[in-house]
């Protein structure tokens, strides 16, 4: 959440202030471009930005005037001097401004009388171009999501195992497959990975043969044009675990390496962190995902113990960051509550739908701390109610696992 300065708040309280905003898009050179202060016209019409608990996170709808003069933000204009590989050049090689994947920011001040205050441009939205679309009233709209598009549309093409090292390696845990393709550095588990308690590093690369070797203790073994070694490897995880934390920061930079990502920390920009304000205390031993996006398989991750993770805004550090927290969902006092007519101008629309109720929940867990015979965990399940909620729209059941 963005925090208003006292000044600030007092002056949009006392109904004489507005926001006004800037839409930022970075060209092929990574030069951020202001596109409210193009030559002779801002090209802004509308800006929309929202989000709720049951999106991964910030979206933007933003409706830009399409032509002016000789400038058109339609990608599909080849000639426009905006759409070069630096705006305005003329010696530059077609590039659109305005297209899918560059990444866009908005930023928002208040004006106080219709003059700009003091108050300094804050990042109300960072994230990249998902679609854009023409129409025939001269304006050209884009959608965007947030900083988890960058993992949202990356996949795990393999089914990894993580949180199986005995100190949690960078990277994910490959599960040996016969004729496979496999680098330098890639490490690989065995079939029956609890067969001799380790993994192997691959120190000369090729494809796997057609039969899974047999997996030494020491020294190395060749598969087909492979080579794995044990002392290039290590010993599997121990009985303890890893924070959950830790497993989710090595998921995301399994695929976006340390170094490479566009939407980092504000003290690694070039790196996926997981800030955790307050740790779960929940530790994982060996995790293998699915061949699904990797941002999907992080949420259900976190999700298992009911926590969220998502960028969220840090207003002390004044930078968005990918936190996992507790929801704190039996909370009863709002942080935050808007007066209608002088913080809340206006609304689009307002209903309720009572397909969206529940008010009677079954929660259905295994209690490791009780044992069957067979020493498998029992299946147990607590229900909880809400009584005035039942009086009101009848009784509305919904069960989770």
């Known amino acids: 959440m963005i925090t208003l300065q006292q000044g600030e708040a007092a002056a949009y309280a006392a109904g004489s202030a507005r926001w006004s905003c800037v839409v930022e898009v970075q060209d092929a050179a990574g030069t951020w471009r202001d596109l409210t202060s193009l030559p002779t016209f801002n090209a802004v019409k509308s800006v929309t930005v929202r989000e709720d608990v049951d999106s991964p996170g910030p979206e933007a709808s933003i409706v830009f005037y399409r032509n002016v003069d000789a400038i058109s933000l339609s990608p599909l204009h080849v000639t426009s001097p905006i759409n070069r590989t630096t705006p305005f050049d003329s010696g530059g090689s077609f590039s659109a401004l305005v297209d899918a994947n ?13 003059v700009d205050s003091l108050s300094p441009l804050r990042t109300l939205f960072d994230g990249v171009i998902s679609s854009w679309d023409l129409s025939s009233s001269e304006t050209i709209s884009v959608e965007c999501r947030g900083q988890y598009a960058e ?5 795990f093409e393999e089914e990894f195992v993580f949180a199986f090292g005995s100190a949690l390696q960078a990277g994910p845990f490959r599960i040996w497959q016969p004729s496979t393709v496999y680098a330098v550095g890639d490490k690989v588990i065995p079939t029956n990975a609890k067969a001799n308690n380790r993994f192997y590093g691959v ?8 039969a899974e070797p047999t997996w030494p203790t020491s020294g190395t073994v060749t598969d087909g044009g492979v080579t794995h070694s044990a002392t290039a490897g290590g010993l599997t995880s121990p009985v303890g675990g890893y924070p959950v934390e830790a497993v989710l920061q090595q998921m995301a930079r399994s695929v976006i390496p340390a170094g490479s990502a566009r939407f980092g920390d504000f003290d690694a920009p070039t790196d996926i962190v997981v800030f ?3 740790s779960p205390g929940w530790a994982i031993n060996v995790f293998q995902v699915r061949r699904e996006n990797v941002w999907n398989e992080m949420i259900a991750l976190a999700q298992q113990i009911g926590w969220d993770l998502r960028w969220r ?5 004044s930078a968005w960051r990918l936190t996992l927290r507790d929801p704190n969902r039996g909370k009863l006092v709002p942080d935050r509550v808007f007066v209608f007519g ?4 206006d609304y689009e629309s307002l209903g309720l739908r009572i397909a ?7 929660v259905v867990y295994s209690d490791s701390g009780a044992l069957d015979p067979q020493g498998r965990p029992r299946r147990k399940s607590v229900v909880v109610s809400d ?3 039942i009086a009101r729209f009848g009784r509305r059941y919904m069960e989770v696992g």
């Open 342 to 345: 002088s913080e809340v101008r």
């Open 151 to 155: 993992l949202q549309d990356r996949f």
């Open 313 to 317: 805004y840090d207003d002390g550090e």
């Open 203 to 210: 120190t000369v690369g090729g494809t796997s043969g057609t």
């Open 276 to 278: 955790t304000p307050t």
């Open 102 to 114: 560059r990444r866009i920011r908005v930023l928002v001040r208040l004006r106080v009388d219709g």
């Open 387 to 389: 009584a005035p909620s």
């Open 356 to 362: 969206d109720v529940r008010n009677v929940i079954r």
